[in-house]
């Protein structure tokens, strides 16, 4: 019997950090952990991690837009609407699977 499920290969350009970014990120994260950061370390912390969260953001959507055609508008957007109600429904079946 074959499955339902069709495999197919997609490629999707997701972005990162350059090299050096990361490394200094990971210093920073380091020393923040430790609590030795000095105000203008802080400060770039602040800036490296908000570029990192925009690289998630934009790799989560890229991801989205390959996989999940259906949550994508005309326009190229994420539908946020229909993004809640699948995820909603997905929260909704794990639960419910999770009893039995």
């Given at each position: ?5 069709g495999k197919?290969t997609?490629s ?16 920073l994260?380091d ?13 770039e912390?602040?800036?490296?991690v ?8 934009q790799?989560?959507?890229?991801l989205?837009?390959?996989t999940?055609p ?17 995820t909603r ?8 699977s999770n009893?039995?």
């Amino acid at each position: 019997m074959s499955s339902p499920v069709g495999k197919a290969t997609i490629s999707v350009d997701l972005q990162r950090l350059d090299a050096e970014c990361q490394a200094r990120l990971d210093w920073l994260l380091d020393k923040n952990t430790e609590g030795r950061l000095t105000p203008e370390e802080h400060q770039e912390l602040q800036h490296l991690v908000a570029q990192y969260e925009h690289i998630l953001l934009q790799n989560t959507e890229a991801l989205l837009r390959a996989t999940r055609p259906d949550l994508v508008d005309a326009s190229g957007r994420i539908n946020r609407a229909r993004l809640a109600k699948v995820t909603r429904r997905t929260a909704r079946f794990l639960r419910t699977s999770n009893r039995t």
